[in-house]
């Protein structure tokens, strides 16, 4: 594709319950990262996926937070036991490869925990 | 660890005035600078990079950034701004060998007529 997708675009769920979110880089970035962003905070980096490399894990504020991506395509974070802090706009990036490279930016997907 | 200063979280500005958004970061070791936008109801974009050589970097659409290495700055300027600039700005930097983006938490611009 294009650019970077997402899906879903919106998510209301539950406390308590487990989500899915995925995302579709662009084709050929080996590079995959997820950011979290909260409302009225910048975008804080969860996780770092590069080629077939260990992920950087870093940022996953907890092991409630997890993230899974096949080779140089689609990744998905989950996110189980969701808690209301847990509600943010989830932004997936991906970039050519190693070094300080442009990242690109899929539309997020706004989750909402009651 | 890296962080990234936005001071100002709100700039209301009259079209054609110039303005600038102010960007600190803490450390200057490989530093690389990254201005990002967010139009509203549009996806993040990157509005320009510094990675090496000129410290005055330039997008298409007028605005400028200059890296300052003595005060850690890398400030966004346009000497006229027009409603269409209307959006969030964030800074954005990657440092010491690392892959991650270190955000600021952005700047709201609004260009009123």
């Known amino acids: 594709g294009a650019g970077v997708s997402q899906s879903p675009s919106n998510k209301v769920t539950e406390k308590g319950k487990d989500v899915e979110l995925r995302c579709d880089p662009i084709s050929g970035h080996t590079a995959l990262y997820w950011y979290r962003q909260r409302l009225g905070q910048g975008l804080e980096f969860l996780i770092y996926f590069q080629g077939n490399s260990a992920p950087d894990k870093s940022g996953l504020p907890s092991d409630r937070f997890s993230a899974e991506r096949t080779g140089e395509s689609v990744s998905t974070l989950t996110i189980q036991r969701t808690q209301q802090e847990d509600s943010a706009v989830y932004l997936c990036a991906s970039s050519p490869g190693t070094g300080p490279e442009t990242q690109y930016f899929g539309p997020g997907t706004r989750l909402l925990v009651l | 660890a890296q962080s990234v200063t936005q001071l100002d979280s709100q700039v209301p500005v009259f079209e054609e005035a110039p303005v600038e958004l102010r960007c600190n970061y803490s450390s200057s070791v490989s530093v690389y600078l990254f201005w990002y936008v967010q139009y509203p109801n549009q996806g993040l974009q990157l509005l320009l990079k510094y990675l090496s050589g000129s410290t005055l970097v330039e997008s298409i659409n007028g605005f400028e950034a200059e890296f300052n290495k003595s005060q850690t700055s890398f400030h966004l300027r346009k000497p006229s701004v027009h409603i269409s600039d209307t959006a969030e700005y964030f800074c954005?930097?990657?440092?010491?060998?690392?892959?991650?983006?270190?955000f600021g938490k952005g700047t709201k611009l609004t260009v009123n007529p």
């Open positions: 954005a930097v990657i440092s010491g060998g690392s892959e991650k983006l270190v």
